[in-house]
């Protein structure tokens, strides 16, 4: 299964978009723009580059430029009562467009780090997450300059917190960007198949109780 391109706002430098749905697109996808997103409700498994991890509600992570990801609820049931029970709120930034621009204030360089590390994801915890889960809440209500103001302020957070987890490995390469794309895209497959069962890692697939339940498999 291959990541399919996504085409969020391509004339602007940031955009926000709010979801409210039974559950979240199981899409595996990727966008030109960051994504800064919020976890209002909702929980399954995430997928940031070749980083598989469980997500809950109230979660923030950032993740870079064309890094191909996914949010997949675990539970695909239509809830009960008519309020969704799966909703987000996300800043996209376009981080060429944000760079060309800012590079006319001054230095870029704090900026440019940043963006570097969102080729990984970040996830984001403590006083920081608090802070721009409040500003993404407070920009999401706001017009003309306060709403630039908010976003700026989200920015500076970003780009000075300490508070914040890499999830993609140290050598991950985003397969986007490289030609040997199947690896992660048969792994992807396999765990959104295999999620209610226990995925089983061994030296061997003999190992494993049964075949089909080995991650092994797919390599």
């Not at 621009?101 to 080729?119: D, I, N, P, V």
């Not at 994801?121 to 500003?135: D, N, R, V």
């Not at 140290?170 to 069962?197: A, C, P, W």
């Amino acid at each position: 299964m291959k990541p399919s391109a996504a085409i969020i706002a391509p004339e602007r430098i940031f955009f926000m978009r709010e979801i409210n749905s039974d559950y979240f697109s199981s899409e595996f996808h990727f966008h030109e723009e960051c994504q800064l997103a919020y976890i209002i409700k909702g929980s399954g498994k995430r997928v940031v580059g070749d980083a598989v991890a469980h997500f809950d509600e109230d979660e923030l992570v950032f993740i870079g430029s064309n890094v191909p990801h996914v949010w997949y609820n675990t539970s695909r049931k239509k809830p009960v009562k008519k309020t969704a029970h799966s909703a987000s709120l996300s800043l996209f930034i376009s981080p060429q467009k944000f760079l060309a621009h800012s590079a006319e204030f001054g230095t870029t360089q704090k900026l440019e780090q940043l963006f570097k590390k969102t080729q990984r994801g970040m996830f984001i915890y403590g006083k920081s997450k608090a802070k721009l889960t409040a500003l993404l809440l407070q920009a999401q209500q706001e017009t003309g300059i306060e709403h630039i103001i908010s976003l700026l302020k989200i920015i500076q957070v970003l780009s000075i917190t300490k508070e914040y987890e890499l999830l993609a490995s140290s050598d991950y390469t985003n397969h986007i960007q490289d030609s040997e794309n199947g690896r992660m895209n048969d792994v992807y497959g396999f765990l959104m198949k295999n999620f209610t069962r226990e995925i089983l890692i061994g030296r061997s697939c003999t190992h494993c109780c049964h075949e089909s339940q080995c991650i092994l498999q797919v390599f």
